[in-house]
């Protein structure tokens, strides 16, 4: 890693665990300078960063407009719905095929993490959530499988911040937990219905119910992922 990229990484970082954590809401601005400020960076390593969010469907950069978090329409958000069911219906395919053993255990390793969570940390739980979905994929050992499904679980965070109602992630922990128990037993028809009835739960929440993201303050905001780092 060059040391170009070394100073990116910590504001790339942190910029997307905020916005996938819903700490940093669609339509906010993201002011180079002010956030150039927050990590002692130039504004060059900035842009850097927003240009990879923004290929990644997170950041929405304009010319002359500077960088904002993207706000999908609900249109695009059923499309990526649509899309994810489907890579996630090969993540299914291909983990049942495998041996269950080393798989099952470091899913219940993140499973009791998200069960941790549950009560006490919001913004880690909504992480968790989507970090179960992506460990899932990169069990199956395709990187290329690995990184769709990590950009489009990204984007649907991102949805879900926009438009989703508030629901109870107890729901969700014990979905993983059926998708687990599935997988454990090799049942690829299981496992499949699972998962599509979980994600059918989670496009159902993304109901327009759009909240007021202005005055969010970006720098206080990042200043704390700066400080905390990953956990």
Same mark, same amino acid.
């Given at each position: ?137 990169? *069990? ?8 769709? %499904?990590? @950009? /489009?679980? &990204? +984007?649907?965070?991102?949805?879900? =911040? ?45 109901? *327009? ?8 303050? %970006?720098? @206080? /905001?990042? &200043? +704390?992922?700066?400080?905390?780092? =990953?956990?």
């Amino acid at each position: 890693m060059n040391k170009s990229s070394t100073r990116t990484f910590p504001v790339y970082d942190s910029l997307r665990r905020a916005i996938i954590e819903q700490a940093l809401k669609p339509g906010v601005k993201l002011p180079e300078d002010s956030i150039g400020e927050t990590f002692g960076v130039s504004r060059t390593v900035v842009r850097n960063a927003l240009v990879r969010l923004d290929a990644e469907g997170l950041v929405d950069m304009q010319p002359n407009r500077g960088a904002s978090v993207a706000e999908p329409t609900i249109e695009e958000a059923y499309d990526i719905f649509d899309m994810r069911q489907c890579l996630e219906r090969e993540v299914m395919q291909r983990l049942c095929a495998m041996d269950p053993a080393p798989i099952v255990a470091k899913l219940r390793a993140h499973l009791t993490e998200e069960q941790a969570t549950l009560g006490n940390d919001q913004t880690r739980s909504i992480r968790l959530a989507g970090e179960f979905h992506i460990l899932l994929s990169e *069990l199956t050992g395709s990187r290329i499988l690995a990184r769709y %499904v990590n @950009e /489009i679980v &990204s +984007r649907c965070s991102l949805i879900l =911040a926009r438009f989703a109602q508030v629901h109870s992630a107890e729901c969700g922990v014990e979905e993983h937990a059926e998708i687990i128990k599935a997988i454990e037993a090799g049942d690829a028809e299981k496992a499949m219905g699972f998962m599509h009835s979980h994600l059918h739960g989670v496009q159902d929440r993304a109901l *327009l119910n759009r909240g007021d993201g202005g005055g969010d303050n %970006v720098g @206080e /905001i990042l &200043s +704390r992922y700066r400080e905390n780092g =990953a956990k």
